[in-house]
Nanobody
Framework: QMRLVESGGGSVLTGGSLRLSCAVSDYTTRPSCLGWFRQAPGKGRETIAEIDTDGTIRYADSVKGRFTISKDNAKNALYLQMNNLKPEGTAMYYC????????????????WGQGTQVTVSS
């Protein structure tokens, strides 16, 4: 069973930056799309960035130009650099893996971690 563990969340002021990390263990041998989604209290999941099976990188419009996703295959790690954070970015952030793009929703076989909280105050 794949395991994903997020870290790096915290509290910042508007305009601040954070870098999230995700350690991936028991990596599946199937081609995988890795990425991040967030969920604010009372709201649905929003996939914000992903690296697809062919290396294509996609971002949600809400974070384009401010967030950067990257991965280190040697370390089995995924990262999300978040700059110019806004109060509407306050949410639990999750690292996720799926068989294909999950920009519009996670599939039935997806995996994700416990999440890390990001709070942005004005």
């Amino acid at each position: 069973q794949m395991r994903l563990v997020e870290s790096g969340g915290g509290s910042v002021l508007t305009g601040g930056s954070l870098r999230l990390s995700c350690a991936v263990s028991d990596y599946t041998t199937r081609p995988s799309c890795l990425g991040w989604f967030r969920q604010a209290p009372g709201k649905g999941r929003e996939t914000i960035a992903e690296i697809d099976t062919d290396g294509t990188i996609r971002y949600a419009d809400s974070v384009k130009g401010r967030f950067t996703i990257s991965k280190d295959n040697a370390k089995n790690a995924l990262y999300l650099q978040m700059n110019n954070l806004k109060p509407e970015g306050t949410a639990m952030y999750y690292c996720a893996e799926d068989r294909s793009s999950f920009l519009y929703g996670l599939g039935a076989g997806a995996h994700w971690g416990q999440g890390t909280q990001v709070t942005v105050s004005s």
